[in-house]
């Protein structure tokens, strides 16, 4: 990539169909994992209009083979999620107390099961505890922004989530839940020197102007969250472009869990493997890999190793070791990128179990990591954002 250009990342509100759908996947997973941490779980969710199905392969320890709608209440959790999300308005289609809830949930395959179970099993290698499925997952983090992370993408979470805390205090009645928004970059030389242009597509009551909603997204939420000295007199504000967004949500729009892969990680900045994080255990590398991958770029930066990494690891279901980690540091390597492959190699495990222990992924902590991206944030039950190896890598080298 040319060291001059222009990079866009978008990022979408909670009321958003997929993120509704992202949330409950979520919300059932934590319901799971307080019963039972050792819970086995992949939930889908798909809304449309005043339909919800919630479905996907859960198994509880706890209850042997029984069915898992005995302890959790399924469409109790997808109504409070949807209720704390705020269509909950009279005049919304897709209401968290109208809405009609179907699951269809079964136990995990005993196939996969067994590749995963830290025992002996005909036909597997090894009794350790295997990778939940074959797959890349990728990691990424840069010195462009606190958090080690792009900041189109950054700076897109900012304006959701600002948009979000003003819809949410109730200050401002015609906001409602659907929401977009996307920051485009200036670089130079590699690094961020500008704002070009700033959309925001947010739903809203059917009585309020387009001018008035405009004005306040320009004044209260752009200006507010993004830095000054990035925003210039050529910055462009499209603000709900269309000029109309009233309805949205699932009713103007079909919602599936998995869908925004790419706003839940680095905005397009850095790759992705194709695997979805929402309603999956920690056993299911697509998840907890990502989470590790992003857990060792984000030190390997800390430490001043690179001013940006992406790493790579390629599993093989029910296999305890990564096929390969790849380490690139775009050329801002400090040390030679064999040396910090191989000091990556000595302070971390990659095992799927020793993953889990490493960052404690065993507790119902994933609400916290569906909107807004699930890095970049502060909140220390999120270990993977942790910079407690750096000297640890540092020693290795």
């Known amino acids: 990539m040319s060291k001059n250009y222009i990079f866009s990342s978008e990022s979408v509100g909670e009321g958003h169909p997929d993120k509704v759908c ?6 059932v997973l934590d319901a799971c994992l307080a019963h039972d941490k050792f819970s086995r779980v992949a939930c889908e969710c798909y809304a449309k209009s005043n339909n919800v199905i919630v479905g996907g392969e859960i198994s509880i320890p706890r209850i042997g083979f029984r069915n898992p709608s005995e302890v959790i209440d399924f469409v109790g959790i997808a109504r409070k999620t949807i209720a704390d999300i705020g269509y909950t308005n009279d005049d919304d289609v897709f209401h968290a107390d109208k809405v009609f809830v179907n699951v269809i949930i079964t136990g995990q395959s005993r196939d996969i099961a067994q590749g995963v179970d830290a025992r002996k099993a005909k036909g597997k290698k090894t ?11 990728f990691g990424y983090a840069s010195n462009e922004t606190p958090e080690l992370m792009p900041a189109p993408i950054m700076f897109a979470h900012r304006l959701g989530r600002e948009l979000t ?64 000295r990035l925003l210039t007199s050529k910055t462009e504000f499209l603000i709900n472009p269309t000029g109309r967004f009233v309805v949205g949500g699932p009713q103007g729009d079909t919602g599936l869990t998995g869908r925004k892969i790419i706003v839940d990680t680095y905005g397009g900045m850095g790759r992705h493997g194709g ?32 001013e940006k990494c992406e790493i790579q690891f390629a599993y093989a279901i029910g296999h305890p070791n990564p096929v390969s980690v790849h380490v690139d540091t775009f050329g801002t390597n400090a040390v030679a990128e064999s040396k910090i492959t191989r000091a990556v190699n000595r302070v971390f495990s990659f095992q799927p179990s020793d993953i889990i222990d490493q960052l404690n992924l065993r507790r119902p902590i994933y609400l916290k990591t569906t909107n807004y991206g699930h890095f970049g944030k502060s909140d220390k039950d999120l270990t993977w954002e942790a910079t407690n190896k750096v000297e640890a890598l540092k020693r290795a080298l």
């Open 127 to 137: 009794a350790k505890q295997g990778a939940g499925d074959q797959g890349l997952m």
């Open 22 to 27: 992202d949330t409950i996947s979520d919300a």
């Open 165 to 228: 805390r003003i819809r949410k205090s109730g200050k401002v009645p015609w906001l409602r839940p659907d929401a977009k928004s996307q920051v485009s970059v200036v670089y130079e030389n590699g690094r961020p020197i500008a704002i070009s242009n700033v959309v925001i597509s947010t739903q809203h009551a059917a009585d309020v102007t387009h001018r008035e909603i405009e004005r306040f997204c320009i004044e209260n939420i752009i200006k507010k969250v993004l830095p000054k």
């Open 275 to 306: 695997g979805a994080f929402s309603g999956k255990d920690p056993t299911k590398v697509d998840r907890s890999a990502a989470y590790m991958a992003r857990w060792v770029a984000k030190n390997i930066v800390a430490a001043g190793l690179a």
